[in-house]
């Protein structure tokens, strides 16, 4: 290779000790394009004229429709959070699941995914049931990694189960249309949902001791349950939200941005509903939306100047030729991709990956003849890994965070293994059949 070739290879050299070094991911991503094209000019690789094209590219960023979903579905997310629902669903699944051994474990799980479909927000779900769920199940007397492992790989469910914020991103990225891509995550996540559960209750069965049985009174401290009535309180208020989210997206009533606009109004109205409501809350609410927002947006902002001066030095073109001269098939190709995104997942989270690594790779494998919508569902689910694997993973942090001193860290990383294999199962099976992902979408499509 000459050194044409090798410099674009630079910038990810340049570019990784950066992300390590704990400097912002955006201010990475445009700085790093910043120096290398004005050394590609330096030395007639690049030309500064080709920075024109950035600012249309940002304009048409900013001002796209399918991203708008993504500040609307924050807030709805962080509204639901200060609804109390989360408690709520707690009680009640718990209630419900307490007489089948592991039943809060499995309740957790069962919460992780109604609260998926509903916030979409990993950080609110994870320290959420952190602080209800893990002294609960402490107290009881069940494992440590158990318990700590169920609800991390519980919390990730939301990068997966629709309303989703990275598979708006990806169909933004891919080009692909992110009512599809709801649609396409359905089964998946149903499917990872069920892995967690046969796990849960077959580990339970081999070892009794790690997941004693609780009764009803031990759960809510009452002799008298309302069973009913705590159901209704408990479940309504979120299969409401996911009905009116996702219905008017899987029947053609309303886009995903309009479908998120609506949900956003749905939670709000279900916190006052809640007498949860008040205008602090709102403007809490509507802080962390706008900081999250900013945060997301400035990345991509940053990936379009990493994106132009990469292609404007040819970049693309090289890792194009480089995959297409390996002397194998497109099957490799794609395990090649899947493995180098998973083992990035342990030092980047999945938004850095999703800006560097995706706008990359998506055109090489949509080249060889992949669909593009199943292609999108098995990166979703790749990059769910990155919540959990260690040193970087966030559903690990914000567990340790809210988490009582008696659990170390060690207990977290040993519970956490198993999910992670679940996740990779569940990728498995998505490669194997692909019709888990397009048969339903091909079914509201016609």
Known sequence: MGFEEIFPLLMFVVLFPALLSGFPVAFSLGGTAI??????????????????FVPSKVYGTISNFTLMAVPLFIFMGIMLEKSGIAEELLTAME??????????????????ALLAASTGIVGATVVTMSVLSLPTLLKRGYDKPLACGTIAASGTLGQILPPSIVLVLLGDMMNVDVGDLFIGAIFPGLILVALYMVYIFIFTILYPSAAPSATPEEITGKKEIRYARLLLSSLVPPVFLIALVLGSILFGVASPTEAASCGAVGAL????????????????????????TAMVFTLLIGAQFFSVVFRGLSGDEIITDLIASLPTGKTVILFAVMVIMFLLGFVLDFIEICFIVVPIVSPILRSLGYNPLWLAILIAINLQTSFLTPPFGFSLFYLKGAAPPEVRTIDIYRGIIPFVIIQLISLFIVYLFPDVVTWLPSKFLQ
């Open 95 to 112: 209630l419900i699941c307490c007489k089948v051994r592991g039943g809060i474990a499995l309740s957790i799980v069962l919460v992780g």
């Open 35 to 52: 120096l290398f094209g004005v050394l590609g000019h330096w030395l007639d690789l690049f030309y500064l004229s080709d920075f024109e």
């Open 269 to 292: 109205l279900l916190t006052i509903l809640k007498g949860k409501f008040s205008f602090k809350i709102l403007r809490s609410v509507s802080e962390r939306t706008t900081t999250i």
